[in-house]
T-cell receptor, first 112, second 111 residues
Framework: DTAVSQTPKYLVTQMGNDKSIKCEQN?????MYWYKQDSKKFLKIMFS???????INETVPNRFSPKSPDKAHLNLHINSLELGDSAVYFC???????????FGEGSWLTVV | TQLLEQSPQFLSIQEGENLTVYCNSS?????LQWYRQEPGEGPVLLVT?????EVKKLKRLTFQFGDARKDSSLHITAAQPGDTGLYLC???????????FGQGTELSVKP
């Protein structure tokens, strides 16, 4: 019974490709997030959605486009992948205004 | 500029030792959280503190929020190999606001 599940867990792709990471949560939470964790383990928010609406959009290249078809799903599409995009991407969710965040297991993206 | 500074960044100790991890900022936070992340997994919430001076205990882990709500500490008593992981503090400046993470402390406890 995975609360926040994301796929794929590992992704190795070439520069210039377009790829997507999918995320689903079964916690009934209103808010979902995408975080990026770099090689130094620093975790930084990229996007936040509340009830399918974008509420936080940090300084992220517009090659990254989140899509929320419903409040249980938040997918991340990345165009024209670059070497610097290599990182671990975490999907997460939280119950509305509260700040307890539940993370998925992460998607390891390697761009070669 | 890192809003939340964690120290130390790396810590390697023997089983049974005590340790303290610090999370400092010049900003005031409405709440502060501590997460632990194990290799290959996502961070998992350990505790949330919201009141200045608050102390919370979770078995051998003691968390404290500074009186001015600008800093926090995590103390582990008699560390065990199972405590090994990345410890992250994260603060929110207002209810429902985004969480800002520290850069983490990698703890290794050797048997």
């Amino acid at each position: 019974d995975t609360a926040v599940s994301q796929t794929p867990k590992y992704l190795v792709t070439q520069m210039g490709n377009d790829k997507s990471i999918k995320c689903e949560q079964n916690l009934g939470h209103d808010t979902m997030y995408w975080y990026k964790q770099d090689s130094k383990k620093f975790l930084k928010i990229m996007f936040s959605y509340n009830n399918k609406e974008l509420i936080i959009n940090e300084t992220v290249p517009n090659r990254f486009s989140p899509k929320s078809p419903d409040k249980a799903h938040l997918n991340l599409h990345i165009n024209s992948l670059e070497l610097g995009d290599s990182a671990v991407y975490f999907c997460a969710s939280s119950p509305g205004q509260l700040n307890t965040i539940y993370f998925g297991e992460g998607s390891w993206l390697t761009v070669v | 500029t890192q809003l939340l500074e964690q120290s130390p960044q790396f810590l390697s100790i023997q089983e049974g030792e005590n340790l303290t991890v610090y999370c400092n900022s010049s900003s005031v936070f409405s709440s502060l959280q501590w997460y632990r992340q194990e290799p290959g997994e996502g961070p998992v919430l350990l505790v949330t503190v919201v009141t200045g001076g608050e102390v919370k205990k979770l078995k051998r882990l003691t968390f404290q929020f500074g009186d001015a709500r600008k800093d926090s500490s995590l103390h582990i008593t008699a560390a065990q190999p199972g405590d090994t992981g990345l410890y992250l503090c994260a603060g929110s400046k207002n209810q429902g606001g985004k969480l800002i993470f520290g850069q983490g402390t990698e703890l290794s406890v050797k048997p």
